[in-house]
């Protein structure tokens, strides 16, 4: 059984290291400074949860592929616009010779309040999973994944994700760097 090892892909692939850097430049720089005094209570941060579900079409560049998915998130919200997501994303109908993906992402999240509309960007990594045709092989890569969207307020609790655009960028994969391109939808609950 061989075991994979991920280091010796940054020494052949200088790019997929600066777009790593960048991403943990982007989660350093959401970090607030601490603060020497203390704030009014109706100015205090807190954080809101937010769980959701979308329906996403799918376009891999492997094979020149549309497909189908479905995703859930988690996203975690201060009051100060920036916030960090998690999301795990299965693109896995309209398959053809039983090629899929499956992508576990995390990364910051910033936001734009303007009333109901609630615009957003955001830069993600993690571990991308993909199937080979026939089942022959399966593999696991860095995946980077920039992305933004918009979400309408319905309610206090619940809100639409009208649109969610990203793009995964799969630098260190088998035959090149690959890219897949996504547009999803779905709904946004509030959990506390």
Known sequence: MKIRQFGTHWRRNPLALCFAALAILAASCAARPAAAQVVDSAQ???Y???AGATASANYLQYGERK???ISGFLDVD????????AEGSWAVFHQRANVHT???????RYRLPMGRIQPYAKALVGIGEFNFPYNYAHGSYLVIAPGAGVDYRLTRRFRWRVADFE????PQFTYGAMSTLSVST????RIF
């Open 102 to 108: 499956t992508d576990y992402l995390i990364g910051p």
């Open 48 to 50: 809101v949860l937010f």
């Open 186 to 189: 779905g709904v946004r609950v």
């Open 44 to 46: 205090a941060d807190g």
């Open 167 to 170: 793009y995964q960028y799969w």
């Open 78 to 85: 201060t009051r100060r616009r920036y916030g960090l997501e």
């Open 67 to 69: 497909m189908l998915g």
